[in-house]
Structure formats: structure tokens, C-alpha cells
């Protein structure tokens, strides 16, 4: 895929009831002084998260994560009411793992606010203890 191309979505959509873990593996996706989410974490025309009912666990998810790695949860209905658009599709890096999805975001001036309402929303699962960057 060149970089000027949209992603599309291909995989079946994820259901409305459905929890989403979304991994906080950069320092900036987490304020630690307002101990919250930061829209960062989302703010990408795609990203990737796993199905809780499939993997299981919030320890299933994060275990082949570096340590320190955080989580968060947020609910696969509320996201669609925002436009994202969740798909149960194959992990590039992991390509076994079945709970893998990506949240297809919406175009435009829409990807922003709906990356910030899905911060405030979301759950914290997992407190991430990452080093701040030099």
C-alpha cells in the first residue's frame, strides 16, 4: 500500500456490544499528570486493537508487549456511534492472533473529535509505566 492510499476496511464489522483493547505503548498516549488517555492513542486513520471476548484477557493482550506497556478499553458501539468503523481483521505482525481488529476512523475534521471523545470515554484497564522519552 503507498501512503497516499485510504485504507479499506475488509474484515467482518465487530459487534456493537463488543469491548475493544487498545494498547498505550507510547509514552504520549497517556497524560500521567491528568491520569487519562490521550485522543494520541487514536488519533490515526486506522489502528489496531483486540477483541476482550477473544483474547480473553487484559493479560492475554498484553503479553507480547513490552513491559510497562498500558490499556485501555473502549466500547465497540460507542465508537461506531462516533463513525469508526471496528473490522476483525488479520495482524500483520502476529498473523495467528484472531482477536485482532483495527478501527477504521472517520475522514477529515471528524477523525480529531471522535479520537478525543473516544479519550474520554475509554477505560483504563492498565496503567502504562513508560519511560518519558529523552
Known amino acids: 500500500m503507498k501512503d497516499d492510499e485510504p485504507f479499506v476496511p475488509n474484515g467482518p464489522v465487530v459487534a456493537d456490544d463488543e469491548t475493544l483493547f487498545r494498547c498505550l505503548t507510547f509514552y504520549k498516549w497517556y497524560n500521567h499528570?491528568?491520569?487519562r488517555v490521550s485522543s494520541a492513542a487514536f488519533s490515526f486513520p486506522r489502528f489496531s486493537v483486540e477483541i476482550a471476548s477473544i483474547s480473553g484477557s487484559a493479560a492475554a493482550t498484553l503479553a507480547p508487549f513490552l513491559a510497562g506497556t498500558g490499556?485501555?478499553?473502549?466500547?465497540?458501539?460507542?465508537?461506531?456511534?462516533?463513525?469508526?468503523?471496528p473490522r476483525q481483521e488479520k495482524d500483520e505482525i502476529r498473523p495467528d492472533n484472531e482477536a485482532h481488529a483495527h478501527v477504521y476512523m472517520p475522514a477529515g475534521d471528524k477523525r480529531k473529535s471522535a479520537a478525543k471523545?473516544?479519550?474520554?470515554s475509554c477505560e483504563i484497564v492498565v496503567i502504562p509505566n513508560l519511560a518519558e522519552p529523552d
Open 117 to 120: 471523545k473516544l479519550a474520554e
Open 33 to 35: 499528570a491528568e491520569k
Open 71 to 85: 490499556l485501555a478499553s473502549i466500547h465497540c458501539g460507542f465508537a461506531k456511534s462516533l463513525g469508526c468503523d
